[in-house]
């Protein structure tokens, strides 16, 4: 059977790369596409027409609904737009798979509780990378033997912010099986103010920027005599195509709501 | 209550850094040394005395185990030595924890076969590093979604042998989990004898070897967009002493035959 | 002054990344395309079109030679193409600029007599990389001091051929100064076919292909206790621009026939 | 000829090192130890007695350049004794090679006054690495091309300060060369004190402190799409010899006031 999948923000890099990637996938179908404005128009091959080819663009969702009946709303645009709607997709019953980050603590305990009501799956995965995700369950599972760790993260200089979100994510996530302990000389005595980074749950992360970087992270658990380093290195938007795919079939297989893409892997 | 310990091969490197970090364990205790040599001499802080002073050596393990009552054997010597001292560790109630590699598949179906007719645990762990065991299950984790795995080791230029038997077993234990298939180009062309390195089980494996080096290992995953590296770096022998301790303890919990100490990670 | 260009080749993708670049330079003019066809069209803003906007397209280097006077010719077309245009260019008062690999050693003595003889530049340069020949400058040097040495580089699974022009390239020039001597241990044991890489002059060459890697190379060099490692990641085409700017500004200083970037660095 | 080379530091460490690694060079003679106490005692491989086997130890350099006339004294003590022994061995005729860090630039002048008033070499090389040095001198030279840098240094956690003298000394030396400018996003948004690193000269550096490291540094310079990396791994403390015997050797070649190893290499 088919997956019939609609995506909200298609115009976008996020979208339209996975417009492609579900148009590939022989077990999905790409029905329409869920956008503020263009209602009536289409999208064909990543870009927007008046001529009936492709497929088509709705405002409403409801009628984007009734239209094509999708099982799957992929949701790449902004935190705004995506709490309502998932919220209407639930009630419709489409499944809402969301690849923003940005939803509060409050807007998702809302829509677990709508997903587990109606016992259709949603799932919430601001990283759509499955090697980030890998990456950081070996770092957390790692740090059971190896417990000093710390994050350099490295990106474009054109990155606003710092540290990354999955820096921050991957320190919370070894965190929470670690036994907290203090890191380095007790004494220690910094010279240049920031020179031993920020301090993320008593681990530090040093937050490199410089052009020619993409998106890069090495978490590095030291112990007695040796060194264990898990690099992830993103070169390329494609590279979270194998996560969206896996997420829209396994919203088709859960019940309940996931957060984050480590729960499926 | 603490482990009794003898060690077999106690005045070897390995052997002294591990009757150090025994005597540090709070829980265990170096009870007798097992030689072929200096029957009644003492060990005392890594040198030989014939001064009644540290632990006793024994050239007979019926003698050792009488006198001292050792849990366990720790046996870091040779193959040929590994294999009667285990059998007869077996026959006396005492298990044994095994650090060699080179033991045959019918030693070590003789051992595992013993050892679970006395309900008596017998580890076998030929490399006791718990960072190089993490990299090689996280390597075999992460290539059921990067499936595309090259192997670089690197080692100072004194090893003879190559590939490194971590790297061999790393393909082999990936080969286990991943679809195989043809990696690289199809019609790849390769200029210079040599320049893709060595096909394991359809991986492909490079041995660095220079001066300076210690031992290194990386394990490279590629997909579409992005690489996930896994790398393990052993700067000292004291990184194998967590392994050893924690193989120790297990083989109290233990009843039954246990190879390689990623059973027990 | 600015110095004017005409490019052949720009309807590539190298092409048309230099052709923007140098319509960026505030000391640079691009002026002309020259093309095996297409004559009379246009090339706007990396689009051909036959409407008279952007920059003429000429199909014969005279013709284009007394439209538009360039001062360089940038040529990033095949080796069959390159060196009759380059003579051309010569005899027409045109430094050639040459970007591209595959000159018989004849074809480039043959440029360097013409080039001496008209006391005009004329500048090859196979890797417009500034990154990539400070690699192989510094690698060069570091020899000297460090002088067992081994190269890695990874490129993504869609190249053909290995080891890449630049490992090899590398390894030349390092030959070129350091003490030809073994490497590695005398008695090496290889019990897979190629695990040590290529042999290049002495040099261990390793070739890592997967998906998801774009160009990188690592140079090791190991010394007692030591190693350096000299690494160069090319993430776009954008990173040869420097290199071609630079090119074209020193074949407006320079008198003689220059084979390598590496000559002007 | 052989370069008789007296040492004040032996017993230490690096000093017992070095005289082990002069005693190998054919080129070189450890004739005389100069100390602050042991007079009249003998150091033998390393070991002090008081047996006439092996050279003599020395309270007073004046004795000491009388009975054994020494080219060359190694200096490998703390600065307070450094700079007293200097002086006197520049007005005995004897060539200071001092490989301490903490002169005071007053100190500094002091001996560059004396070594140029008698013409005789005096030596300071605060780190022995060539290796390092010639990270140094490669990022230095590199900068003038790729002129966004970060700095990322890692020691074990015994290491009390941060950054590392090598790291800022890195940053002064491209300090030196590069135009002044602003790195990262103008706007950058720090979300935990620390993240990006010290600012030492516009650069950032990082400093990673965990068990099981020893030292290493990596200098990171960026472009549009490539990065450069030059990483120097300092395993052993021999890996500063040939930067010893080196400096050694250039002193009798030199007559003047020499201050870095960077500036012989």
């Given at each position: 059977m088919t997956i019939r999948v609609a995506i909200a923000g298609a115009r976008g890099r996020m979208g339209s790369t996975a417009a492609f990637a579900i148009t590939e996938a022989p077990d999905m179908e790409f029905v329409g596409a869920l956008d503020?404005?263009?209602?009536g128009w289409y999208m064909n091959s990543g870009s927007l027409t008046q001529?009936?080819?492709g497929v088509r663009v709705y405002t409403s969702i409801a009628e984007l609904a009734q239209q094509v009946?999708?099982?799957v709303l992929l949701d790449l645009t902004d935190p705004e737009a995506v709490f309502p709607n998932a919220q209407k997709a639930i009630a419709l019953g489409i499944r809402p798979v969301i690849g923003t980050s940005g939803l509060t603590l409050e807007e998702i305990d809302q829509l677990k509780c709508r997903s587990e009501q109606k016992g259709l799956s949603c799932i919430v995965a601001p990283n759509f990378s499955i090697g980030a995700v890998l990456m950081m369950k070996f770092a957390t599972q790692a740090a059971h033997y190896l417990g000093d760790v710390e994050i350099i993260e490295m990106h474009h200089?054109?990155?606003?912010?710092?540290?990354s979100g999955t820096a921050t994510k991957t320190a919370d996530m070894i965190s929470e099986v670690r036994t907290p302990h203090l890191q380095g000389h007790p004494d220690e005595q910094v010279n240049?103010?920031?020179?031993?980074?920020a301090d993320v749950q008593g681990m530090k992360i040093h937050s490199v920027r410089l052009p020619g970087l993409l998106a890069h992270q090495q978490v590095l658990l030291g112990g007695e005599g040796e060194l264990l380093t898990i690099r992830h290195d993103s070169?390329?938007?494609?590279?979270f195509m194998p996560g969206v795919l896996l997420s829209i079939r396994e919203s088709m297989r859960q019940r309940q709501f996931i957060n984050g893409l480590e729960q499926l892997i």
């Open positions: 503020y404005k263009y209602d001529q009936q080819s009946r999708p099982d200089d054109r990155k606003l912010d710092a540290p240049a103010y920031g020179a031993r980074g070169f390329d938007r494609k590279s």
